[in-house]
């Protein structure tokens, strides 16, 4: 099993920035996906940023540019630095750990950006 804690979440202002960690535990595999969703009221819940072990990332159109995902292998942790926030992104961020067929996740970290 795979126990994942998450922090960094809060209020910030349009224009802000903030920085969400997401450190994971118990029986990790070296090579795996770590990242974020996130699911805003009313919405389904999207694919945010992705990184595998081997240091590849993957965006959502909507974060390009602004967000930037990144991950140290020896602590298991992965970050998500979200520059430039929108309203838009206001949102409960998921942190989840993939590795082939299984996957964890998070409590959830809750992000507000006020216009």
């Known amino acids: 099993q795979v126990q994942l804690v998450e922090s960094g979440g809060g209020l910030v202002q349009a224009g802000g920035s903030l920085r969400l960690s997401c450190a994971a535990s118990?029986?990790?595999?070296?090579?795996?996906?770590m990242g974020w969703y996130r699911q805003a009221p009313g919405k389904q819940r999207e694919l945010v940023a992705d990184?595998?072990?081997?240091?590849?990332?993957d965006y959502a159109d909507s974060v390009k540019g602004r967000f930037t995902i990144s991950r140290d292998n020896a602590e298991n942790t992965v970050y998500l630095q979200m520059n430039s926030l929108k309203p838009e992104d206001t949102a409960i961020y998921y942190c989840y750990y993939r590795h082939l067929g299984t996957a964890a996740w998070g409590q959830g970290t809750q992000v507000t950006v006020s216009s």
């Open positions: 118990g029986s990790i595999f070296s090579i795996n996906h």
């Open positions: 990184v595998s072990s081997g240091g590849n990332t």
